[in-house]
């Protein structure tokens, strides 16, 4: 059983940066990493993922040029940097890992979850 916990979420203004990190309790490297996010009333939204070597990323087509997913495996920990922020970012974001290799968007192939942190776009 891995646990995570999700840091670096708040309010910043639109155009503005986060960080957002995810660290884990035990070793991530033989899983992938992936970031969805869920705003009130609506299905929860993939963001981004990366593969265990951190080679290979795929983003959803809202957040692409804008978000950088990366990891340190040292650290366990997962990352998302969040540049331009829109105020449609604006949600609960939630870190995952996957024991899959393949990249999936899915939330349903994700094995472990975090608590999620706030992001708040003000306009």
């Known amino acids: 059983q891995v646990q995570l916990v999700e840091s670096g979420g708040g309010l910043v203004q639109a155009g503005g940066s986060l960080q957002l990190s995810c660290a884990a309790s035990?070793?991530?490297?033989?899983?992938?990493g992936g970031w969805f996010r869920q705003a009130p009333g609506k299905e929860r939204e993939f963001v981004a993922t990366i593969t265990r070597s951190g080679m290979s990323t795929t983003y959803g087509d809202s957040v692409k040029g804008r978000f950088t997913i990366s990891r340190d495996n040292a650290k366990n920990t997962v990352y998302l940097r969040m540049n331009s922020l829109k105020p449609e970012d604006t949600a609960v974001y939630y870190c995952?890992?996957?024991?899959?290799?393949?990249?999936?968007?899915?939330?349903?192939?994700?094995?472990?979850w975090g608590q999620g942190t706030q992001v708040t776009v003000s306009s």
């Open positions: 995952a890992l996957r024991a899959t290799r393949y990249i999936t968007r899915r939330p349903d192939e994700y094995d472990y």
């Open positions: 035990s070793t991530i490297s033989s899983y992938g």
